[in-house]
Nanobody, 124 residues
Framework: QVQLLESGGGLVQAGDSLRLSCQAS????????TGWFRQAPEKEREFVAA????????YYSDSVRGRFTISRDNAQNMVSLQMNSLNPEDTAVYFC?????????????????WGQGTQVTVTS
């Protein structure tokens, strides 16, 4: 069985930081591209960040670049998203996803494993 479990979400004030974690079981992240996506109310699912299998190549959306950092610990089978300088526009449900191979890590349609999501709420 494959399971991706997100944790670390919560309610914070603008300017605060949060660190999200995604723990995998049933697969080894070392063999998978991993990504973070988010969906805000009445908005489509949005790409946030992604990491190649070794973590040597990372991708960020324009809205989070410079504020968010994706990292992985393959030995722990975990991927993290450090979120700094949060603002209310970051409020969304954040999803962890994985796929063994993809021509575009930024495209949610290519991912076949997904977590249930964790809520991040940022107040002004």
């Amino acid at each position: 069985q494959v399971q991706l479990l997100e944790s670390g979400g919560g309610l914070v004030q603008a300017g605060d930081s949060l660190r999200l974690s995604c723990q995998a079981s049933g697969i080894a992240f070392s063999s998978y591209v991993t990504g973070w996506f988010r969906q805000a109310p009445e908005k489509e699912r949005e790409f946030v960040a992604a990491s190649t299998r070794s973590g040597t190549i990372v991708y960020y959306s324009d809205s989070v670049r410079g504020r968010f950092t994706i990292s992985r610990d393959n030995a722990q089978n975990m991927v993290s998203l450090q979120m700094n300088s949060l603002n209310p526009e970051d409020t969304a449900v954040y999803f962890c996803a994985a796929v063994e191979s993809t021509p575009d890590p930024r495209d949610a349609r290519h991912y076949n494993y997904w977590g249930q999501g964790t809520q991040v709420t940022v107040t002004s």
